[in-house]
């Protein structure tokens, strides 16, 4: 397994389909070891969520989207929020990829939490907002705020085909 550079993040972008689509700012976005995800929208977690042994009995909690200010910043006290992001990934079958916070976020006192992006991934992403800094965050729209690395497998894998695949697109 081996991860990828900045350079081979760029070609795959050139291809059919791309790594990576919808983004804002390939020049920003782009870093020497992956790829900055953007805050496209911000929502408030207001019922319980369920996961069980079965997927059927999967219950997701319930969102109510936040609103940026005309300014188009938005300012969030300390707690948890879920967060979709402006890029859509198609991750080929040979290559997965882990989402960080990016470090300026975790200066100011705030985390993202996400899951592993299987092989063979297709959707627009939503993460945890953890703001744990008790005076609060203030955060723009469209702001870099997770970095995706990207691994190519040392084999092609059957393919991600569960419930989030082409999530939000």
Known sequence: MSVLSGKDIRNLINKKP??????LNLDEQV????FDL???????LKSPGTIAQANAQRVLPGLTPLAFNADGFIDLAAGIYMVTYNEIVHLPKNIMALGRP????????????TAVWDAGYEGRSQSLLMVQNPKGFR??????????VFMELTGESEGYNGFYQRENI
Not at 18 to 23: K, M, R, S, Y
């Open 102 to 113: 990016r470090s300026s976020l975790l200066r100011c006192g705030v985390n993202v939490g």
């Open 31 to 34: 870093q020497a070891n992956g």
């Open 38 to 44: 953007t805050l496209r929208d911000i929502a408030e």
């Open 18 to 23: 791309p790594l990576v689509e919808a983004w």
């Open 139 to 148: 955060v723009e729209q469209n702001a870099r705020i997770t970095q995706l």
